[in-house]
């Protein structure tokens, strides 16, 4: 009898740096393991060696920001069992749906020397925007240990076991003083997802929300406490629009702050 075929994994980049994907090569230690556990079928990162699809799980890197990558991530999915997007590029849009609350032709003549060879969408737009999406795995970059707990929880055929309180809870469990409370450090934590180990705080900065917007996200008490620390309303705006811009809290809790700024 012939021996069962291992799973197929997909690893495929978008508009990205390239992080997400470097996280996945990070895992050294774990990396034989699943590399004996499925065949990397496509991860060009890695490897120029290429096998067809289907693929039983894709972890897809980066966001849509042209036409070609609308058309192509559909590809993708119909090739995909399971698709997981991994990164805030690709669950949010990244740092570059900064493009999303501006003139993107305007970047265009600004930025490039011959911006008619620049062919882009208006906008940077998370994966799920396009097809549907199994799982999300958030962070910039995201973390190993979710990586692996998402990778296995697929191969058993079971739902990632993981956490989407807010870092705050992160923070007590690890024994950090609040930089808010004890020094009035602007701080994301309380609306942001857990999964980095609320590594800022434990160094005395405030969290930046690289893991997006938790369940259910307090914005507008978090946007108070910020005014009372004394921050304006473009600082705010600014502290909502990095890696999570386009993430559909942050970006409504940015735009009241910038609805209310241009208020008379
Ligand atoms: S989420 Fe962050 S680390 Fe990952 S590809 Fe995007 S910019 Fe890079
Ligand atoms: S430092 Fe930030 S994440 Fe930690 S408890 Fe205070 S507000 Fe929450």
């Not at 978008?14 to 991860?43: H, K, N, R, T």
């Not at 396009?130 to 692996?148: A, M, Y």
């Not at 870092?167 to 934590?189: D, F, Q, S, W, Y």
């Not at 990095?242 to 702050?257: G, H, I, K, L, Q």
């Amino acid at each position: 009898m012939p021996p069962a075929r291992k799973p197929r994994l997909g690893v495929f980049k978008f508009a990205s740096c390239d992080g997400c994907q470097l996280s996945v090569l990070d895992c050294e230690d774990e990396l034989l393991a699943i590399a004996g556990a499925v065949d990397i079928a496509d991860f060009r990162e890695a490897s120029r060696a290429v096998l067809e699809g289907p693929y039983d799980l894709s972890l897809v890197e980066g966001s849509v920001t042209t036409a070609h990558d609308a058309q192509r991530i559909k590809e993708i999915r119909a090739q995909s069992k399971a698709l997981v997007t991994i990164g805030a590029c690709a669950t949010s849009g990244g740092i570059q749906a900064l493009k999303n609350f501006g003139d993107v032709e305007e970047f265009r003549r600004v930025v490039y020397a011959r911006p008619e060879f620049i062919s882009t969408l208006a906008t940077s737009t998370a994966i799920a925007d396009h097809v549907p999406v199994d799982f999300e795995l958030r962070g910039c970059p995201i973390s190993k240990v979710q990586l692996l707990e998402a990778i296995g929880a697929f191969l058993q055929g079971r739902a990632p076991n993981l956490p989407n309180e807010s870092v705050c809870i992160e923070c007590k469990r690890r024994g950090n003083v609040c930089v808010m409370v004890a020094h009035g450090t602007p701080c994301l934590g309380p609306v942001t997802q857990a999964g980095c180990g609320a590594i800022c705080p434990a160094f005395t900065r405030g969290c930046y929300g690289c893991f997006g917007p938790q369940a259910t996200p307090n914005t507008a008490s978090l946007i108070g406490e910020l005014k009372v620390l004394g921050m304006a309303p473009p600082a705010v705006q600014r502290l909502f629009r990095t890696f999570n811009a386009n993430a559909p809290a942050f970006r409504a809790a940015s735009e009241s702050v910038a609805a209310e700024a241009s208020t008379p």
